[in-house]
């Protein structure tokens, strides 16, 4: 068997057990739609135990996952100073709107949107 065909019945293997997931959780939530306060805090604590157990798990694939699906490409432009001390309510003054207008720039025209200055 190629390593295609494997890869395809693996990814429709993993879709089945998904699906199979969410019917067991539609099934539960059909049963008990509104759980008394004190089973709903009793099952976030579990919930809380079972994340806190596999945190660096969690972590590594996401990580992984992100590296192995994204495109690699800056989006923002990374300054050597941003005037975040400018940046206090009121927010709108005249120094942050030009503050704003100068390391941020002109939106592009493509999006459609309006400038929001």
């Known amino acids: 068997m190629n390593d295609t065909t494997r890869e395809s019945q693996e990814a429709l293997a993993a879709v089945e057990r998904v699906q199979r997931l969410f019917a067991t959780q539609r099934a539960a939530s059909l049963a008990q739609p509104f759980p ?5 805090a009793a099952r976030l604590k579990a919930l809380t135990r079972q994340l806190r157990r596999y945190q660096d798990l969690l ?8 590296r192995e699906r994204s495109h690699a ?17 009121p927010y709108g003054s005249f120094v942050q709107r030009l ?8 939106g592009d025209p493509a999006l459609g ?3 929001p200055h």
């Open 73 to 89: 490409r800056t989006v923002l432009q990374r300054r050597r100073w941003f005037p975040t001390q400018l940046f206090h309510p």
């Open 113 to 115: 949107g309006k400038s």
């Open 36 to 40: 008394e306060a004190a089973d709903r």
């Open 99 to 106: 503050a704003m207008r100068f390391f941020l720039g002109e």
């Open 59 to 66: 972590a590594d694939h996401g990580e992984e996952g992100l």
